[in-house]
Each structure stands twice: as C-alpha cells, then as structure tokens.
C-alpha cells in the first residue's frame, strides 16, 4: 500500500497553519493574517487574489519539503457575500491537490476569513446579485 502525501490546514485567529506530511516527515508553515492583511491593505491591492496566491506558495513550499515535486495543481472554490472586492465574509474549500499528478489527502481543508461589513444598506440589499461561487483551478510549475 502506498502512502500518499497529506494536507492539513488549521486556521486560528489570527493565522493560519499550513501542514504537510509524508511518511515520516512532517513540515508546516504559519501565514499571520494581521500582517499579510494589513499589507495589502496599506498598498491597496486586490485582497483575495494576492492572499490566493500567497496560499498556494505556502502550500507548495510545504509540500516541496516532505514530497518533492515539480508541478502543482490546486483546485479549489470561493463564495463571499459580495463581489470579490467588496465581499467581508469568504469561503475557500481546497477541492482537489495533485503534486506530480499524485493526489493529496486533504483534511481541514476550509477556510472562512470574515471581516468588518463597511457596505451601506443599499449595497447589501442588492448584493444577491454580486455574490460569488466560483471554482478556479491553478496549476504551479517550478524547475
């Protein structure tokens, strides 16, 4: 029997602990929301897309401790209850992770970011319309 790589992701309040595990080894890594949020913020750039981003590096990089590997897809879905540059509440699931085409056992694998509501009673009462549910899929090379 064969063991496959494993994914665990554990959020807190204030960050969240990305863990990989292959038959012995384990590594994990922690991302401090406070900083990275106040980062972005400072700079102005689009939230969502740039903490993405930043979670699949953190997940590649773990992963490349316990399990080396070249390539890494990761599918996952985002809801929020507004546009996604608008949203305060965002719900990622981890739907699918492969590395090398292998796939990944995946545990604790949501993560609910929510923030404070800065939207007037207009721009919640219509955000039905903006809300998002959608599936991206990435896929990480490195040499």
Do not use: C
């Amino acid at each position: 029997m064969e063991d496959r790589p494993s994914l665990i992701i554990k959020t807190k309040k204030n960050n969240i602990v990305v863990i990989t595990k292959y038959n012995n080894e384990i590594a994990e890594h922690d991302i401090q929301l406070k900083l990275v949020l106040g980062y972005y913020w400072k700079n102005d750039l689009p939230f969502i897309e740039k903490f993405m981003e930043l979670l699949e590096t953190v997940i590649k990089r773990s992963l490349n401790q316990v399990f080396p590997h070249k390539r890494l897809s990761i599918k996952y879905n985002i809801e929020s209850n507004d546009d996604l540059e608008e949203a305060s509440i965002y719900n990622i699931t981890l739907l699918d992770v492969k590395a090398d085409d292998k796939p990944l056992e995946l545990s604790g694998n949501e993560i609910t970011l929510a923030g404070i509501d800065n939207r007037g009673t207009i721009s919640k009462m219509t955000s039905f319309r903006r809300k998002v549910n959608e599936t991206f899929e990435k896929e990480l090379i490195f040499e």
